[in-house]
């Protein structure tokens, strides 16, 4: 039937309220479910709140469909688009409704690329919400002891301390200098078992970002560490974490307040950190298309080993990856390209522990050829002609995953100093270790599928062979007396397909030999059953293994 355009755009801001109304509700009940030590439900909310946008997009076209709308009057559409900007001019999640507008028309019309009649594609009118928007609570200290007792009482927990002045007394070492003012955010941001409060130590027109990290042990809370300058406080909101629960009241004020502490950290990173996935998604595109518009550089091949699974370009001067799946595997890769799209869903869910790079999914994502580097893009319509299509001047690619741009390991090690190499083969270790903790068995381990941050931190990057540890079986090789076992192309004893061998696992690394001395003088227990199954009995038994998103050094003892 016919329909009005503000009827539409009614429908869509009452769906909208839906969604925001589940976000907040989920977000606020993070402090309870901290104060109860309840972490089974907290990391069943975070998973809620990632699926709440999605049901309410769904909601909101149903609705649509079930009241009998043409859904096929691109005019109605259009004028509803303007009138529902107009609806939320004044509202404080505006770059979020208007985001899920664009969600509700791109499902209900399968648009390709972008739809400047259908979506909204700049930034609201009103985005000019100021840092200083977001609710803060400042202080102006006279000494360091009261200043940090001042915080943690005022963050108003229903749980008693267990030993708060020990803690005080070891917090102060960690303030070298008293600040003038001291700024932080009146809410505080929940993962994993931890609690952070968030801010800035300002000494005149300087401010140095600051976080306390605050832990619910049996005994009591605990302040568990003091984290000071970029840095530290970067990791928090690192690309390689999971979102925190946080109450949000001005989203757009918050991602501000963030980004003036962290200018390393893009606009996108900051949004998907506080759980708005969709912006953040939102907030790259419209930052890629930026760039595009102001600089002449061709997308190419990204550095590294070529990809079995994944075509993987980049542009030199822009810090991402785009990862378009091949049309075809070779035989060694027992994956199809639904099995790829499963995995990189699972780690969009899971805990990512700080080692495990966030993959953002755009689906008919649609680039300048000219831009594309004659053999990439000859590669693509050969090799990913399922993903990839060229239409004159346009190539469409109808599911990318894109990613921060990493250093691959392998060509790291092969550029780095002694000292450097070193420190990032026991970090590989590291994040084994780290991946297993957070029940996720990389598979394929080869230094090619890991990389190097810009702050020196190694990750995993490659997900077309993950799976869950729990579901693996680790194995010993049999003893044989057959001297010829040790020719035969196949093993003489069954294996299943989720078997593994960690005594094979040396001969994946290559390293150079005092590498290879360096990891084993950390990492050895990797070749032995024995750590994983302690890993694995652990994870079953339903502990919740935390990766901390801070430095020991930063740690109080």
């Known amino acids: 039937m016919t329909v009005s355009p503000d009827q539409l755009a009614s429908r869509l801001a009452i769906g909208f309220t839906g969604f925001r109304r589940r976000f907040q509700s989920i977000s606020r009940r993070a402090t309870a479910r901290f104060e109860s030590r309840d972490w089974v439900s907290l990391h069943r909310d975070a998973l809620d709140r990632i699926d709440a946008y999605g049901k309410a997009v769904d909601e909101t076209i149903a609705s649509v469909l079930s009241g009998g709308y043409d859904v096929t009057d691109r005019s109605s559409w259009s004028q509803a688009k303007d009138l529902y900007r107009d609806q939320h001019l004044d509202d404080p999640f505006q770059p979020v409704a208007e985001t899920f507008f664009n969600s509700v028309t791109r499902k209900l019309f399968t648009t390709e690329g972008v739809d400047a009649e259908l979506e909204f594609l700049e930034a609201p009118r009103q985005n000019t919400v100021p840092a200083d928007s977001v609710l803060t609570r400042i202080y102006t200290p006279e000494d360091r002891r009261s200043m940090v007792e001042a915080l943690l009482r ?70 568990a560490a003091v984290m000071i300058g970029e840095a530290d406080v970067s990791v928090l909101f690192s690309y390689t974490r999971s979102a925190f629960l946080i109450s949000v009241d001005q989203p757009e004020g918050l991602v501000a307040f963030l980004s003036d502490l962290l200018p390393q950290r893009r606009h996108s990173e900051v949004y998907a950190s506080i759980g708005f996935r969709k912006q953040a998604k939102t907030e790259r595109y419209r930052d890629l298309a930026s760039y595009l518009a102001g600089s ?31 049309d075809r595997f070779p035989p060694q890769k027992s994956v199809t390209p639904q099995d790829v799209a499963s995995r990189y869903r699972v780690v969009a869910r899971h805990d990512r522990g700080g080692r495990l790079v966030e993959a953002q999914r755009f689906v ?42 990493v250093i691959p390991l392998d060509i790291y090690l092969r550029e780095a100093s002694r ?29 090619k599928n890991f990389g190097v941050t810009n702050r020196g931190r190694v990750v995993f990057y490659d997900y077309d062979e993950i799976c869950k540890l729990t579901d693996c079986t680790f194995r010993r090789f049999p003893e044989t007396d057959d001297p010829y076992d040790d020719m035969s192309e196949t093993p003489s004893f069954g294996v299943g397909p989720n078997d593994i061998f960690p005594e094979e696992l040396p001969r994946f690394l290559g ?41 020991r050094s930063r740690a109080l003892k």
């Open 154 to 223: 005022d963050c108003r927990f229903h749980a008693s301390w267990f030993d708060l002045q020990g803690d005080l007394d070891a917090a102060v070492a960690h303030f070298p200098d008293l600040p003038d003012r001291v700024e932080v955010i009146d809410r505080l941001f929940f993962r994993g078992k931890g609690a952070y409060l968030v801010g800035s130590l300002n000494v005149g027109d300087e401010k140095t970002p600051f976080a306390l990290a605050i832990r619910h042990k049996r005994e009591g809370l605990v302040l």
């Open 419 to 447: 000292e450097q190499a070193a420190k990032a083969i026991i970090d590989y270790g590291a994040a084994i270790k780290n991946l297993a903790a957070s029940n996720i068995f990389p598979g394929d381990m080869l230094l």
């Open 296 to 326: 002449d550089d061709r997308f190419e091949h990204a550095p590294g080993i070529e990809g079995l699974v994944m075509v993987v370009f980049t542009l030199p001067g822009y810090d991402v990856v785009f990862k378009v799946v091949r």
């Open 364 to 405: 008919d994502l649609r680039l300048p050829a000219d831009r594309f580097d004659p053999d990439l893009l000859a590669e693509l319509k050969d090799k990913a002609s399922r993903n990839v299509s060229v239409v004159e001047n346009e190539v469409t690619i109808k599911t990318v995953y894109v990613e921060r741009r």
């Open 511 to 551: 390293l150079r030999p005092e590498l290879r001395i360096e990891f084993d003088r950390y990492h050895a227990d990797l070749f032995d059953i024995v750590f994983w199954n302690r890993v694995k009995a652990r994870i079953e038994t339903g502990e919740i293994i935390e990766i901390l998103p801070y430095r």
